[in-house]
């Protein structure tokens, strides 16, 4: 038989993160590999999305989503940015901040341009890129701090360089991007009139009295800048699927036409909910969401040091990259088996994040878990040196 399926299903296999988490429900384990977030969901989020239900808002919203949630979004980036944004004209509410990538790389990116992308990477972005056609041209990086320079970049730039991925607070390091790293790639970006894509997905997490930069807020960027986030980690509803960019009005139309193609529209009652929370909840809830993730950062990072798996401390986001080299295995994605069959705790082999073979001593370990889960969690690793 002559029917197959075409060229882009090798771009879209199964990712380890997916991968570990059905083995670990296999052993019954605690799963530390997938993002999910199992902490307390905002009653104000729940109950807005509720009304919503009860009040009608069950249909098709317009293309770039509910106004009130438009407006909100708007009203949360100066906020907490100090940018003013047209809710109007320049917001595009999406499937999740994935959705709202892919709608990007559709709207702003040729097949063969070519994307600046730091490595360690979250592999989404990668398989996002590479099923619209894009190339991704890596940077690498090293822990701990996960440095770059100016040289790096004009080293990586060809004629078919299109745009620049980058991911702060970062999946997986939890790097947070300095100003001064900001300022490299706003001042490359202007001088060779390149996109600069953002992922700010979790810029509510950072520590240790960091504070989050949005890129499109530098001189000169917000034209250039395409800012995607979503609440989907701030307030627990990785399963609602609401993410948001913001760009200028030049791209966002485009934007939100291949959005209205795959997606029609985020779900109409839970933008409502999400909405409620934007306007709604206050500053002290972030505030104390950063220092809740804080200490489970600093309890789980403990217990890796205890168990002899060295982590390097993350910065933001709520993942800790760690040495796994002392587990037995002979590539990354064995020891993480290991360590599975073991303690019954799931890891993201390194690999996932790393291109040719990059990363097979490190496994990625997800702390968004409620306390007596992480307790439990913690327990069992630092029993590896018992």
Same mark, same amino acid.
């Given at each position: 038989m002559s029917l197959?399926?075409?060229?882009?299903?090798?771009?879209?296999?199964?990712?380890?993160?997916?991968?570990?988490?059905?083995e670990c429900d296999r052993v019954d384990g605690i799963n530390l590999s997938q993002g999910v977030c199992d902490t307390e969901i905002p009653i104000i989020v729940r109950q807005g999305a509720h009304a919503a239900m009860e009040n009608g808002i069950n249909t098709y919203t317009r293309y770039d989503g509910l106004?009130?949630?438009?407006?909100?979004?708007?009203?949360?980036?100066?906020?907490?940015?100090?940018?003013?944004?047209?809710?109007?004209? !320049? %917001? =595009? &509410?999406?499937?999740?901040?994935? +959705?709202?990538?892919?709608? @990007?790389?559709?709207?702003?990116?040729?097949?063969?341009? !070519? %994307? =600046? &992308?730091?490595?360690?990477?979250? +592999?989404?972005?990668?398989? @996002?890129?590479?099923?619209?056609?894009?190339?991704?041209?890596?940077?690498?990086?090293?822990?701990?701090?996960?440095?770059?320079?100016?040289?790096?970049?004009?080293?990586?730039?060809?004629g078919k360089t299109r745009a620049i991925l980058v991911s702060t607070p970062?999946?997986?390091?939890?790097?947070?991007?300095?100003?001064?790293?900001?300022?490299?790639?706003?001042?490359?970006?202007?001088?060779?009139d390149l996109f600069v894509i953002t992922d700010e997905i979790?810029?509510?997490?950072?520590?240790?009295?960091?504070?989050?930069?949005?890129?499109?807020?530098?001189?000169?960027?917000k034209n250039r800048t395409i800012t995607i986030s979503g609440v989907s980690k701030t307030y627990s509803i990785t399963g609602w699927r609401v993410g948001y960019c913001i760009c200028d009005a030049e791209w966002a139309e485009t934007i939100g036409y291949f959005n209205d193609l795959i997606y029609v529209c985020a779900p109409a009652p839970l933008q409502m909910g999400v909405a409620e929370g934007l306007l709604n909840i206050g500053?002290?809830?972030?505030?104390?969401?950063?220092?809740?993730?804080?200490?489970?950062?600093?309890?789980?990072c403990d217990a890796l040091s205890r168990a002899g798996l060295e982590p390097y401390i993350p910065q933001g986001a709520y993942y800790v990259l760690a040495d796994i080299s002392g587990v037995s295995g002979a590539t990354g994605k064995d020891k993480a088996m290991t360590l599975l069959y073991e303690t019954k705790i799931a890891c993201v082999p390194g690999e996932a994040f790393f291109q040719n073979g990059g990363g097979e001593t490190l496994g990625r370990f997800c702390f968004a878990k409620d306390d007596e889960v992480l307790e439990e969690a913690c327990r069992r690793l630092i029993k590896l040196r018992t």
């Open positions: 197959k399926v075409s060229k882009r299903r090798e771009l879209v296999a199964q990712s380890e993160i997916r991968s570990m988490s059905i106004a009130e949630l438009r407006s909100a979004i708007a009203a949360k980036q100066e906020r907490f940015t100090g940018m003013k944004v047209d809710s109007e004209r !320049e %917001v =595009i &509410v999406s499937a999740g901040a994935t +959705g709202a990538l892919l709608c @990007t790389c559709l709207a702003l990116l040729n097949p063969g341009d !070519e %994307v =600046i &992308v730091f490595e360690p990477f979250y +592999g989404y972005h990668i398989s @996002t890129m590479e099923t619209t056609q894009a190339v991704p041209v890596y940077i690498k990086t090293d822990p701990p701090e996960w440095k770059f320079s100016y040289e790096d970049l004009e080293k990586k730039r060809t970062s999946n997986p390091s939890g790097k947070v991007f300095s100003s001064n790293e900001l300022d490299m790639i706003a001042t490359f970006a202007s001088e060779h979790y810029e509510h997490f950072i520590y240790d009295g960091l504070r989050h930069i949005a890129p499109a807020t530098l001189p000169g960027m500053g002290e809830y972030y505030e104390n969401l950063a220092r809740d993730y804080e200490r489970k950062r600093d309890k789980i």
